[in-house]
């Protein structure tokens, strides 16, 4: 038997079971879909909506089932977008926005809306510019924070049904047109001058309190020094008073002239004078001293 002849005849019975292998690892590899933990996967079924696919090993049903839509679960990141807006007080501002969001449940992002990020940046301008209406330039400049999650709230009711979820909202910049910055610069301007002529005048009432404060304490520390003086005065007096109860009229003398032998002896005590001027009885002043203080001796 011709060598042609055995190989036709092996080929021949064994090429149905060629094609069966072939057609098992066919099946397999069509039914068999491995999903990377950062997709999912959307599977139709005759055009319709079968089942999604999550991260691992899945089965589907060969030529029947077949994966229509990869979706990617990351984060996204929208292009910066810059929109102009009108405030509240009429002042025209152009605000630039950044949003972030992911894709929790694609077969709703797949079949209910084409393009995911322009309706998404659409969404956010228009939000944008309804909640920068309700509020003052100043209120945009300084509670930003607030109108960031005010957008995020608004953003995320108005996606929910496109099974995405917004995780952060971001306002980049508020930018105004010249003619507003030079009135904002000239405003700024004033209310530093004003705050400048405050703290000068603030200075000023604090200085001459403390001037007044200064004086009153003077005053007051010199009306104690006096106050204890005349108490010492009244003191002498008092002693003086009751050696002249005790002693008569001779102690009373006998003061009087200690007081005029006192003043003679400051009076000479000064400089700059050649003159000594005596009362006319210092001579008897003198001996009326001396002979009170023998008196008082004996």
């Given at each position: 038997?011709?060598?042609?002849?055995?190989?036709?005849?092996?080929?021949?019975?064994?090429?149905?079971?060629?094609?069966?292998?072939?057609?098992?690892?066919?099946?397999?590899?069509?039914?068999?879909?491995?999903?990377?933990?950062?997709?999912?996967?959307?599977?139709?079924?005759?055009?319709?909506?079968?089942?999604?696919?999550?991260?691992?090993?899945?089965?589907?049903?060969?030529?029947?089932?077949?994966?229509?839509?990869?979706?990617?679960?990351?984060?996204?990141?929208?292009?910066?977008?810059?929109?102009?807006?009108?405030?509240?007080?009429?002042?025209?501002?152009?605000?630039?926005?950044?949003?972030?969001?992911?894709?929790?449940?694609?077969?709703?992002?797949?079949?209910?809306?084409?393009?995911?990020?322009?309706?998404?940046?659409?969404?956010?301008?228009?939000?944008?510019?309804?909640?920068?209406?309700?509020?003052?330039?100043?209120?945009?400049?300084?509670?930003?924070?607030?109108?960031?999650?005010?957008?995020?709230?608004?953003?995320?009711?108005?996606?929910?049904?496109?099974?995405?979820?917004?995780?952060?909202?971001?306002?980049?910049?508020?930018?105004?047109?010249?003619?507003?910055?030079?009135?904002?610069?000239?405003?700024?301007?004033?209310?530093?001058?004003?705050?400048?002529?405050?703290?000068?005048?603030?200075?000023?009432?604090?200085?001459?309190?403390?001037?007044?404060?200064?004086?009153?304490?003077?005053?007051?520390?010199?009306?104690?020094?006096?106050?204890?003086?005349?108490?010492?005065?009244?003191y002498a007096n008092e002693v003086v008073a009751k050696v002249i109860r005790e002693n008569g009229v001779e102690a009373a003398q006998y003061e009087v002239a200690l007081k005029q032998v006192d003043?003679?002896?400051?009076?000479?005590?000064?400089?700059?004078?050649?003159?000594?001027?005596?009362?006319?009885?210092?001579?008897?002043?003198?001996?009326?001293?001396?002979?009170?203080?023998?008196?008082?001796?004996?």
């Amino acid at each position: 038997m011709p060598i042609e002849t055995i190989v036709a005849e092996l080929l021949g019975g064994n090429i149905v079971l060629l094609l069966l292998a072939a057609f098992i690892l066919l099946c397999i590899f069509l039914g068999v879909r491995i999903v990377p933990q950062s997709e999912k996967h959307v599977v139709e079924r005759f055009g319709r909506l079968r089942a999604v696919l999550g991260p691992g090993i899945n089965f589907i049903i060969p030529f029947l089932d077949k994966v229509a839509h990869k979706i990617s679960v990351l984060e996204r990141q929208l292009p910066t977008a810059s929109q102009d807006a009108i405030t509240m007080d009429n002042v025209l501002v152009e605000v630039e926005t950044s949003v972030f969001y992911r894709i929790l449940e694609p077969e709703k992002t797949v079949y209910r809306i084409r393009d995911v990020d322009a309706a998404i940046a659409t969404t956010v301008a228009g939000i944008v510019r309804a909640e920068i209406g309700k509020m003052e330039l100043d209120e945009v400049q300084s509670n930003r924070s607030r109108l960031i999650t005010e957008i995020k709230t608004s953003v995320e009711d108005a996606v929910d049904n496109w099974g995405i979820e917004v995780t952060r909202a971001e306002i980049l910049d508020v930018n105004l047109d010249q003619a507003t910055r030079d009135a904002m610069l000239q405003q700024l301007n004033a209310e530093r001058a004003r705050r400048a002529q405050v703290t000068e005048a603030e200075g000023k009432r604090r200085a001459v309190e403390l001037a007044a404060d200064a004086q009153l304490y003077a005053a007051k520390q010199e009306a104690e020094a006096r106050r204890i003086t005349a108490d010492a005065e009244a003191y002498a007096n008092e002693v003086v008073a009751k050696v002249i109860r005790e002693n008569g009229v001779e102690a009373a003398q006998y003061e009087v002239a200690l007081k005029q032998v006192d003043a003679l002896r400051r009076m000479a005590e000064k400089g700059g004078t050649q003159t000594v001027v005596l009362p006319a009885n210092a001579v008897d002043a003198f001996a009326d001293a001396f002979r009170f203080f023998k008196g008082g001796k004996s």
